[in-house]
């Protein structure tokens, strides 16, 4: 973080929440994720995961990442700024224009279902190499977790399904060239990753010529104390993986990943309640701030602080609340602190990832202002593409 930056007097000039995206931590989950993927041995591309927050995407463009995107809006603006071979673009809704501004950007599409392949093939008017999402049925057993690639998921095309489209697929234009599998965001349960890798491996022996398999994302962050470090989960998937053929590179699609760490809330307590639990109540909401901790169906408390306290560390416990009426304006559990006034500041660490982007003004919740802190500066933006200096 900036040299001499003091959060608490940093708000006390806004009068106001604020969030901190840090460069240094964006950049370091960057240099964790490569060099996980690196022991497998394999080209590794990345590709940011643009809906998980676009704010980031430029730092990582900057950085060798290409953008993943799902929409014609977030084509556009990645675009205003990245050439478009390196652009991913994957959606179960691809309508005709969608698919020819693919073609006219030279933007790699991976098809959601042999229909889609089928239609692109149909609008390209020259060979068009593209990927296929597949759809392996597992499971996570933890947390309840839905993978995105499950037979539940409801995205990519099933093993029955491939094998048998496959047997009367005739294509002009299109080549399919990779497959992608994106699994359960946020989820700890090594033996299901293998497991997945493992369905994987089998649908991609239905392809003699794959140049990729797409892994997609989903790889947890901290939210909570039992998540696995990122090289546990490569470990447990190039298990199977390392079967596939040498020449076939592996490609990666983090958002969650990558943003989390990078995002602190600051934010400040405006009233405390002491009853069966010590209740503290903020400036903001978990709708305006992190609406994911709602959409997610994962245990979640995110590292919390009281920010320059001078009191030592105590046995206190506080109930972490938004200042909306609704129960499930939760924050987390602050653990081990001194004793809260209201004035003070707490920091909610963790946050870069589907936060503001998802966030609403229920109950009058408004977005905190957000501002990207390298080394040496610190720069508030806006919705992309507007930045303020």
Known sequence: MVKHFNPREFYRRLKEPFIIYEEETLLAQLDELRKAFSKTGRKVDIFYSYKTNPLLARILYQNRVGMEVTCKEHLVET????KGENIILTSPCLDDSLILKCLDNNVHIIGDSIEQIIRIDNLSKSKVEVGLRINTGILSSKNHLVASGSSFGLLGISESKLKDKLKDLKLKNVKIVGLHNHFASQNVDLTSWEKNAEKIL???EYFNDLQYV??????????QDNSP???KIVSNLFG???KLPKDVKIVLEPG???AGPSGTLFAGVIAIKKDLVNTIFLDT???STFPDRLLSNFTFNPPLELINKDEKESKNEYYIRGNSPSSVDFFGILKHAPQISIGDIIAVKNIGAYGTVEASSFCGSKKPKEFIVSKNSIKEVGSFPYEKN
């Open 79 to 82: 675009l205003s700024f990245c």
């Open 202 to 204: 089998t649908m991609a």
């Open 214 to 223: 797409n892994l997609g994302g989903g790889f947890p962050v901290d939210y």
């Open 229 to 231: 470090k990122i090289e």
């Open 240 to 242: 199977p993986l390392t």
């Open 256 to 258: 969650r990943f990558l």
């Open 285 to 287: 909401s978990i709708f």
